[in-house]
């Protein structure tokens, strides 16, 4: 395990529902190829605080890359939902990207 990733998880001991510190051990997961851990606290973070516009479109490049493209649409349609909720445009733009993107390589 990574210093950083022993560092973030010490610190998720203590808060172990902090919206930033399981988007961060996700991402330190996935930078060090462990995929299903990642994948394990994306959806930690989705059930905890499903209103982190943050996680969607990282989750739904995880799916991507897993090749379940139909979880991804999935992924980026909740976001785009989630996103319009809070007002975040920024995130919902990226979203739509993603999604017009896997929709145009299925077609």
């Given at each position: 395990?990574?210093?950083?990733l022993?560092?973030?998880?010490?610190?998720?001991?203590?808060?172990?529902?902090?919206?930033?510190?399981?988007?961060?051990?996700?991402?330190?997961?996935?930078?060090?190829?462990?995929?299903?851990?990642?994948?394990?606290?994306?959806?930690?973070?989705?059930?905890?605080?499903?209103?982190?516009?943050?996680?969607?479109y990282?989750?739904?490049?995880?799916?991507?890359?897993?090749?379940?493209?139909?979880?991804?649409?999935?992924t980026?349609?909740?976001?785009?939902?989630?996103?319009?909720?809070?007002?975040?445009?920024?995130?919902?733009?990226?979203?739509?990207?993603?999604?017009?993107?896997?929709?145009?390589?299925?077609?």
């Amino acid at each position: 395990m990574s210093t950083r990733l022993e560092q973030l998880s010490g610190l998720l001991a203590s808060s172990p529902n902090d919206a930033f510190l399981l988007f961060a051990v996700a991402k330190e997961y996935e930078k060090h190829g462990n995929d299903s851990e990642a994948l394990a606290f994306y959806l930690r973070l989705q059930e905890t605080n499903p209103n982190y516009t943050g996680l969607y479109y990282h989750l739904g490049k995880l799916y991507e890359k897993q090749q379940d493209f139909d979880q991804a649409i999935l992924t980026y349609k909740q976001g785009i939902d989630i996103c319009k909720q809070a007002g975040d445009r920024h995130a919902m733009s990226e979203l739509a990207g993603a999604l017009m993107g896997i929709e145009e390589e299925g077609e």
